[in-house]
Structure formats: C-alpha cells, structure tokens
C-alpha cells in the first residue's frame, strides 16, 4: 500500500509530505521510502498560528479559519506528494494535523487539539485519509504522545544493545526498545522564542546554531531552568507549548536579572535541551542515541548533546537508511496503514493507556471508504527500512 503521511510540528515551521511503499512479509512490516516533499504554510496562515498558540486567547472564529487553512495546506502538499513521489498512485493518506493544545495535568492528559480539517484534504486528493490520531489513546488513559513510539520499538527491536529514538523537534521526545517514551522536555521551542523576541521577529530560530556557538553558558538561568518540576515527573509524562513558551522564558530571565546578551541566553537554552536529553538517554541506559528531527541540523546543539553523552554514540536516522528530516512523516504514514488494516498504532508501555487501540477517524475518499480487510494475525512484530 502507497501511503501518505503528513505532519507538522510544534515549531511550525513546515509542512511534510513523507510517502512510503508499506507491505507485510509475515511479521515484518517493510518500508520503502519514495521521498519527501515540504512546504511552509502561507504568511498568514503562518501569523495565525502564531497568535493562536498558548497561552494566547483565541476566538472560535480563529479556530474555524485554522482548522481550514490548514486543511488547504496539508491537502495542496498531499497532491502534490502524490503526483511526485507516488506517480498518481497513493491509496491513502494520514494526517497528523497542527496541534493547537495538549492538555495537561500533571501526568494525565485530559485531551488533545490538531487542526487541519481532513475534508480538504479527502476532497483534493480524491483518497480516504486517516486523522485525529491521538484522541483514541488518549481516551483509554493514554498520552496521545509520543506516537511515534510504537514505529520506534518495531523499527529498533533487532539492533544490538539498547538503542535509543530521539526526535528533536519544538519538543524532544525518545524512545526506548521496551517501550519507554515520554517527552523530555524542550527540543527547539525555547531556542525558537528567544531567537524570534532578540531579533524582533526576524529570525525564526537559530540556524546553524550560530548563536548558540558565539555565547556561553550561563550557569545561573541554566540552575534556574533546571528547576522545573516536569524533569521530575515519571513516565510516561508528555508536554508542549502550553508550558515551555515565551512567556515561561521572560519569567525564568526576570527571575535571574541583569541583562543577558541573546547569544548568551540562546547558549543556554541549547545546554538546557542537550542536558534534559542527555539525563532521559542515560536513565534509560541506551547505548546508542538516533536522531531525527529539525534539532539535528543544529550543530551546536548536537556537539553539545554528544559532549553530555561520552561513550554513546549519537547519529542521525540516516545512517540507517531512515531520512530524519522525513522520519515522523513515514512514521505517521505506518500508523495510517496499521489503521486501514484494522491494527492498533500504539504501545501502552509507551503511552500509559490501559490498552492498544486503533486510531484515528477515516474520511471517504472520492470511491468510498474502500479498506483493506482486517489482519487476523495480529500486527507487524518488526519495522524493516528497505533501500
């Protein structure tokens, strides 16, 4: 099955296309990636999501226009990946959506938001998409989050020792081999704030991490930083921009005073993500770390992580054949298939929920909802990448 995965992530910053070729072989689900396509989202879409992210009030007319703009602009890219990388022949599509909200209390969470009406999508494409994904686990007591993990444990089951997924976006999260997951902390969204509110809006994060190398360490806002009470929390434990936004920063450097240089502020923060990173990765006991995400192409912030980590190995998923800027995309793609199969997309020893459930809702394509029938068998024991 040629499917279409979609994501965007917290740092909002594109939208990705991933497609995949997936087939069963026994146990075996095979992966072979046909490519990726991206696209940021138009200006105003772009300002509107900015301004509707918390801890902003938002009306329900900015919902709706979101909830539809964003449909327009997933259901542009998934054209355009089909036509692409597909050759017109995708059979489905799965959306993660943007997520707006992430509900959390303490270690439970209450629900979670993505907009990106998959009507839109369904309409332009003419294919059945799967959406709304993590409502399901959720509701039986799950985290919604990271869903990425049941991918992980499949795809790393085989490897030697005790490797590690970590996917380094607006939020870090990893992934153990049993399961274990949980999101450490911030990824990018803090370095993001402070690059955007020290240029006045005109950087959109740090690239190259160039700021981050020409600053140093403060050892004060970092202790500061440290003492926030979600590193302390058990696992499963899942979070987002409800908590590290900007306004959290502005709190954390008035709290410490003076005048801090951006370089110096921004140095931080990346020390912040590579030390909260580095603690999960070792509390886990991984002996390899594979990164993926929009982090992994700051270098300042990956020496730093590799610095906390001596003796582990920390490499990019495309060593294994597995493009980490696309990695969440296909893995969206993978839960789209369990779905269409009839097969549960999640862990609970990775989500906490009281059981495995099959995600998301469906929304026809232009013949029907046409699916393939349900596997008897059970799902997909490993996740092998083909070249």
Request: net charge negative.
């Amino acid at each position: 099955m040629r499917v279409i995965g979609l994501m965007s992530g917290t740092s909002y910053d594109a939208v990705d296309a991933a497609a995949a070729d997936l087939r069963r072989d026994g146990d075996v689900l095979r992966l072979r990636p046909l490519g990726m396509v991206s696209e940021g989202y138009p200006e105003e879409v772009r300002e509107l999501l900015a301004a509707a992210l918390p801890p902003a009030a938002v009306t329900m007319a900015q919902v709706c226009r979101l909830d539809t703009w964003i449909g327009q602009t997933f259901a542009a890219l998934a054209v355009r990946a089909d036509r692409e990388l597909c050759a017109g022949r995708a059979e489905l599509v799965a959306s993660h959506g943007q997520t707006l909200y992430h509900w959390t209390e303490g270690t439970t969470v209450r629900g979670s938001l993505q907009l990106g009406q998959p009507a839109w999508i369904a309409e332009a494409t003419g294919l059945p998409v799967v959406a709304d994904l993590r409502a399901r686990d959720i509701a039986a007591g799950g985290q919604g989050a990271p869903l990425v993990s049941l991918f992980d444990t499949l795809w790393l089951r085989d490897r030697p020792g005790t490797p590690v997924a970590l996917n380094v976006g607006g939020i870090a999260n990893l992934t153990a081999p049993d399961g274990t997951a949980f999101d450490t902390g911030p990824g990018c969204a803090l370095i993001d704030a402070a690059a955007r509110g020290f240029s006045g809006g005109r950087l959109r994060h740090d690239t190259d991490g160039r700021l981050a190398a020409a600053g140093r360490v403060r050892g004060d806002l970092l202790e500061t930083l440290l003492r926030e009470p979600y590193y302390a929390l058990p696992v499963p434990r899942t979070t987002g921009k409800e908590l590290f936004h900007p306004g959290y920063l502005r709190d954390a450097l008035a709290e410490v005073g003076g005048t801090l240089s951006a370089e110096d502020v921004i140095a931080t923060l990346t020390a912040l993500t590579a030390r909260t990173v580095a603690d999960a990765v070792r509390a886990v006991g991984a002996t390899e770390v594979l990164a993926s995400g929009g982090g992994t192409r700051n270098p300042t912030l990956m020496a730093m992580l590799a610095d906390a980590l001596p003796g582990v190995p920390v490499r990019p998923t495309d060593a294994l054949g597995l493009p980490s800027d696309a990695k969440e995309a296909y893995a969206f793609a993978v839960l789209g298939y369990l779905t269409a199969h009839g097969l549960a997309g999640t862990d609970p020893a990775a989500t906490g929920a009281r059981h495995p459930s099959v995600l998301g809702s469906l929304t026809p394509g232009r013949a029907g909802l046409r699916l393939p029938p349900p596997v008897p068998d059970g799902g997909p024991r490993r996740l092998v990448i083909e070249s």
